[in-house]
């Protein structure tokens, strides 16, 4: 008995950590999103609000609203993002700390410029660290057929 229970726990914080956003109709949350900011000698990564529906995989949905990219109004302050227009997220999965985020391989295609492969580490990064259970990512192309390719 004990370890039905055990096994409905444990596969109900899997569910609770590694399926796509649920809504609760109506109620909404904030969350950051960061894009990146030119300076004169570097690129700086922004924080901004974004207002969701209220969510319990904040992870997943924090990273659909990165992939969105800035605003018009956002773009007008400066902001962009490194990140590869086309880029789809697959999944994110949250275990031990480490969050894995899986996307297509549009994500690492024709990735080149050391400071660009550090930008779009920095957006991912502050963006999924905002939340207790995530203190690291570890990023996935094709369902996590192979690392991305974050090399200069």
Do not use: C, H
């Amino acid at each position: 008995m004990i370890g039905v229970v055990l096994g409905a726990g444990v596969y109900w914080l899997y569910q609770r950590y590694n399926s796509a956003p649920v809504n609760s109709p109506g109620e909404q949350m904030t969350i950051s999103v960061y894009f990146a900011k030119s300076e004169p000698t570097d690129i700086a990564i922004v924080s901004v609000k974004r207002t969701i529906p209220k969510t319990v995989a904040v992870a997943t949905a924090a990273m659909q609203e990165l992939l969105k990219g800035p605003t018009d109004a956002e773009k007008a302050q400066g902001l962009s993002t490194a990140i590869n227009s086309g880029t789809i997220l697959n999944y994110v999965r949250i275990e031990n700390g480490v969050a894995t985020v899986d996307f297509n391989d549009r994500f690492d295609f024709q990735m080149g410029g050391s400071a660009r492969v550090m930008a779009i580490n920095q957006q991912i990064l502050k963006t999924l660290t905002q939340f207790p259970t995530i203190k690291t990512i570890k990023l996935t192309i094709n369902q996590g057929e192979r690392p991305a390719n974050l090399e200069p």
